[in-house]
């Protein structure tokens, strides 16, 4: 188990540096390539959890959105959920983003989880 951390730990090293550029990930994610850096060590983080076996390489494919923020009439002060495939050593594992704008402008939060 301790091998694992190791190896995620390393793993979250490297996207970050990887995503440092300000490039977005491949898909169609509302999140600006600062946000989408601070989302993806969590993003990871759940990947791992489902991921049989052990997996030293985690790559984020593509990111679409799942539920578009409700902009019209601010319901849920504009959140918005978005699907993340992250390849786990050739296995699929999908992640659910959860986007919530702060109503005050003071950024946006986020929550990671592997159901919708």
Known sequence: MKFKHVVLLGGLMMLSACISTG???PGFS???PVLQRDASPMVIAAASQAVKGNCPNYNILHTAVAKQPNRFYNVNNGAWIEKWLVDACGQPIYTYVTFAPDVNGGGTTFTVSLKR
């Open 30 to 32: 509302l999140a600006d």
């Open 23 to 25: 490039q977005k990930y």
